[in-house]
């Protein structure tokens, strides 16, 4: 994921920036959907800061520098109460934050298709570009996989049957572990190959 060391600052950048507009885009889906908590705690915004989470950062550093690893920001809060529909509207929250990602990306994928000379290899701005584009498609991915606590897995509780919401979220209890089961065996990227493949398919550059 890393070729040198000296890309390590682009993608602590790359990554921090996109967390700002993710956790944004979760935060101002549940206020659309009535749930103010994460307005009022000042999370309805893409400045990356409020959203840090300091173990997540210390993790993205590590991360950055080795090349492996997993890193987060703080999740946005979301009170069920307040929401009119709360499975489906806790799934068109938990969607928004990939779906942000993948819009994210869009522009530079077209950019990188239509004007290809804008990337060259020893230019910062455009190492940091190309890696903005990957990260937001790798995280988006990574989010959508159906693991606990990833959003893919309470888009999953919105899209099956009532009846069998219950049982999918017994499953939340050994979410952690299967992805420490990926990122321990390194099989993290055969689960989101497929995803990956998708997503830059739909933005054209597949």
Not at 39 to 50: C, L
Not at 107 to 119: D, E, I, K, Q, S
Not at 122 to 141: E, G, K
């Amino acid at each position: 994921m890393y070729e040198d060391l000296q890309q390590a600052p682009l993608w602590i950048i790359a990554f921090l920036i996109q967390g700002g507009f993710h956790e944004a885009a979760h935060a101002w889906t549940a206020y659309k959907l009535g749930d103010p908590t994460a307005e009022m705690q000042g999370r309805m915004t893409v400045n990356p800061i409020p959203h840090i989470d300091p173990m997540g950062l210390i993790f993205l550093i590590l991360m950055a520098i080795g090349g492996m690893g997993i890193a987060w920001m703080k999740p946005v809060p979301v009170n069920i109460y307040n929401l009119r529909n709360p499975r489906r509207d806790l799934m068109l929250i938990a969607l928004a934050g990939p779906v942000c990602n993948i819009l994210l990306a869009l522009p530079f994928a077209l950019l990188l298709r239509f004007v290809p000379g804008l990337y060259v290899e020893s230019n910062p701005i455009s190492q940091l570009l190309l890696i903005f584009l990957d990260i937001n498609v790798l995280l988006a991915a990574f989010n959508l996989l159906p693991i606990y606590p990833l959003d893919g897995s309470k888009v999953v509780l919105g899209l099956i049957p009532e009846h069998l919401a219950e049982t999918w979220e017994k499953t939340f209890n050994y979410g952690i572990w299967v992805l420490l089961f990926l990122l321990v065996t390194r099989t993290l990227k055969y689960a989101l190959f497929p995803i990956v493949t998708f997503i830059y398919f739909i933005i054209g550059l597949g």
